[in-house]
């Protein structure tokens, strides 16, 4: 029953803010549009807590600095993004070109300012990136990411990708790693869900000046334990190594 509930809430609401965004993408500027999305997904959380009955829990919030950062974070599910979100507003996020075949999604996305690319990656892909990034670092924004570019299930990892290098190194942007155990309430596309505290954690910061695999094998060593120390918290279990997904 929770479940169904947090369905019905889930599109409801997901149409009401998306026909209203829609609507005020026609006046000038971004900014509106970034207000009905900062409502949308507090909202959103909302009825994660009131029909699913999962609470989110924010931590590490003394890690968060007062200048343009890069969020690195965990991607377990849809949810992900609305409790980033919802924590920090206006954030130039990162999709793939998959939210593009929703009606009138590419026109809201583009108002927002969000970074899309190419789902299949390649040299078109980064190209993307590296534009599209610099609108939002000219504009003294902060970015959100998903390095590994793909929901995992809860315990598993995929090779985490080289674009948010470039982009700490390109913008003189710090990354400020997330964990998260949010796959254990609402996994990837799911549509059970199931009542519990969702944990999303900001991490030391990384500052940029590292070499690629450094940088990369730190970013994911930071993210992957603290993400199965926040499962193992949850669960009452040992901690286990997270395992690398290479499908």
């Not at 504009?139 to 985490?160: C, F, K, M, Q, V």
């Not at 080289?162 to 155990?181: E, K, L, Q, R, Y």
Request: charged content about 20%; hydrophobic content about 45%.
């Amino acid at each position: 029953m929770n479940s169904f509930l947090f369905a019905v809430a889930y599109w409801f609401l997901s149409v009401f803010y998306s026909v209203a965004a829609l609507l005020l993408s026609f006046l000038p500027g971004r900014k509106p549009v970034a207000w009905v999305i900062a409502r949308y997904t507090k909202r959103m959380v909302w009825a994660m807590r009131t029909f699913a009955g999962i609470r989110l829990e924010v931590r590490g919030r003394e890690h968060l600095i007062d200048r343009p950062v890069i969020y690195a974070c965990k991607h377990h599910s849809w949810g992900d993004g609305f409790c980033i979100y919802s924590t920090i507003p206006d954030l130039a996020f990162v999709t793939g070109d998959h939210l593009e075949k929703y009606p009138f999604m590419a026109t809201l996305l583009k108002k927002l300012g969000a970074i899309v690319v190419n789902n299949c990656g390649g040299m078109e892909a980064r190209r993307n990136l590296a534009s599209r990034s610099a609108d939002a670092a000219k504009d003294g924004r902060s970015i959100l990411i998903y390095p590994e570019g793909h929901l995992n299930a809860p315990g598993t990892y995929r090779r985490y990708r080289s674009g948010v290098w470039h982009m700490m190194n390109n913008f003189d942007m710090p990354v400020v790693p997330v964990a998260t155990n949010l796959g254990l309430f609402w996994q990837e596309e799911h549509y059970k869900k199931t009542p519990g505290t969702a944990v999303i954690e900001f991490l030391d910061p990384i500052m940029p000046g590292m070499a690629k695999d450094e940088f990369l094998d730190l970013l994911r060593d930071r993210i992957e334990a603290r993400s199965q120390q926040l499962i193992a918290e949850a669960t009452n279990t040992p901690v286990v190594p997270s395992v690398l997904v290479t499908a």
